[in-house]
């Protein structure tokens, strides 16, 4: 079955520190893979995707992401963490995007805390 | 462009009760979406339309859940009767088709007591 484990519920950074967010799918075909943030009483912000290509792959606000087909994973990255980043984050897999749905499949989500 | 809207915010019921939900997507795009995000898990798709046809409801629970897309614009998810387990953040997106990126809207929190 299709799913997007995201082992960490909970993590806590302090500004200025480099952030690693984990992402584990399990899907038939060719993933297609994204990582979203949503703050507070807000909704979904697409930061990055991955369809094909060049396996490290930039996104918004610095942040980037390296997909590992061997380790099934899609972890997200940012060098320098800034107080604003504090959110929580969504992996999600997806079918082809040329395709007649958009149905992703989401993660249940890594909560980031930034300390001062 | 202006961005997904929804409305209310914030919607507090009885079980048993009835409730409705808006949504206006971005100028332009033909594909609509309603997600519902439980408390602690990701979004899960209820139901997907491109213009005012429906491409994918099999994750909504139709005995008690319905959505319409009247003239491909504007969308609204009903829910009746409501349940205790209906309680979440109700999501809408948009995209230009049904391969493009997707725009969320901020959401409507459903409380059921």
């Known amino acids: 079955a299709q799913s997007v484990t995201q082992p960490d519920i909970h993590i806590t950074v302090s500004e200025g520190a480099s952030l690693e967010l984990r992402c584990n799918y399990s899907?038939?075909?060719?993933?297609?893979l994204f990582w979203y943030v949503q703050s507070p009483g807000q909704g979904l912000q697409l930061l990055l995707k991955?369809?094909?290509?060049?396996?490290l792959v930039q996104g918004i606000k610095g942040f980037e992401a390296e997909f590992k087909r061997s380790q099934s994973s899609f972890n997200l990255r940012k060098p320098s963490v800034h107080w604003s980043d504090a959110a929580e984050y969504f992996c999600?897999?997806?079918?082809?995007?040329?395709?007649?749905?958009?149905?992703?499949?989401f993660g249940t989500g890594t909560l980031l805390a930034v300390q001062p | 462009e202006a961005g997904v809207a929804q409305s209310p915010r914030y919607k507090i019921i009885e079980k048993r009760q009835s409730v409705a939900f808006w949504c206006n997507p971005i100028?332009?795009?033909?594909?609509l979406y309603w997600y519902q995000q439980i408390l602690g898990q990701g979004p899960k798709l209820l139901i997907q339309?491109?213009?005012?046809?429906?491409?994918?409801d099999s994750q909504l629970p139709k005995d008690r859940f319905s959505a319409e897309r009247l003239k491909g614009v504007d969308s609204t998810l009903k829910i009746q009767p409501a349940k205790l387990e209906d309680s979440a953040v109700y999501l809408c997106?948009?995209?230009?088709?049904?391969?493009?990126?997707?725009?969320f809207g901020n959401g409507t929190r459903l409380t059921v007591t």
């Open positions: 999600a897999v997806g079918p082809d995007y040329g395709g007649a749905t958009n149905k992703l499949i």
């Open positions: 339309f491109q213009n005012n046809g429906v491409v994918d």
């Open positions: 100028s332009g795009h033909a594909t």
């Open positions: 899907y038939g075909a060719t993933p297609y």
């Open positions: 997106a948009s995209s230009r088709q049904g391969g493009s990126p997707l725009h």
């Open positions: 991955y369809f094909s290509g060049d396996t």
